[in-house]
């Protein structure tokens, strides 16, 4: 079965540091995909960043970079130069390629300190 | 642009009472899915459907029925509401294998 954990239920990070937020999966499916969701105080649900299962390279976009070690089934999102309004609940999330069914890990939540 | 549109947004309801979440989507997408979001345990899909016409289990199915009444909407029905019921709906659509999904604001849903 597949499984999303996100090991880090809460983070800090000073405004304009880097922050590393974890994730770890497991599947048995060779072709797979790996999201990052961010959800605002308000609730909704922002897409942030995608990385196949064959890509290469680590995909990146703006200040979100996903650092992804298929070897030990790790979808790191990295934030460079956090802002304030980087608070938020993030979510890593996997979906079998053509596949319908996204998980959800439990999610991090991450304030950014002035 | 309204992208996905859910409603209600809040609704409290008593044990056993039913009700039917709204949503529909103005992206031309194919899938469409319902999630609910419980403290400490991310999203958990309930219902999708594929396409127009076709619609299958989730993770947590029981107590919930669906509707895909067209490419653009697709409801959630509760037919008698329980207190475990107690969630964050959220519809979305797109997302079918590398593509992100597009969610809608969410529905606050008590059930007391």
């Known amino acids: ?114 | 642009n309204a992208g996905v549109t859910q409603t209600p947004k809040f609704q409290v309801l008593k044990t056993g009472q039913s009700m039917t979440l709204q949503c529909a989507q103005d992206m031309n997408h194919n899938s469409m899915y319902w999630y609910r979001q419980d403290p400490g345990m991310g999203l958990r899909l309930i219902y999708y459907s594929a396409s127009e016409g076709t619609t299958d289990k989730g993770e947590v199915p029981n107590g919930y029925n669906v509707s895909r009444l067209n490419k653009r909407e697709f409801s959630l029905r509760l037919e008698s509401a329980a207190p475990s019921q107690t969630s964050v709906y959220f519809c979305a659509s797109g997302g079918r294998g590398s593509s992100e999904a597009f969610f809608g604001q969410g529905t606050r849903l008590t059930v007391v």
């Open chain 1, 1 to 114: 079965a597949q499984k999303i954990t996100q090991t880090q239920p809460g983070m800090f990070v000073q405004e304009k540091e880097a922050v590393t937020l974890d994730c770890t999966y497991d599947t048995s499916d060779q072709s797979y995909g790996l999201f990052w969701y961010k959800q605002p105080s308000s609730g909704e649900m922002i897409f942030l960043i995608y990385q196949g299962s064959y890509d290469e390279q680590n995909a990146t976009e703006g200040r979100y970079s996903l650092n992804f070690q298929k070897a030990r089934k790790s979808a790191n999102l990295v934030i460079s130069a956090s802002q304030l309004g980087d608070s938020a609940m993030y979510f890593c999330a996997m979906s079998h390629t053509g596949g319908f069914k996204t998980i959800f890990g439990a999610g991090t939540r991450l304030f950014v300190k002035a």
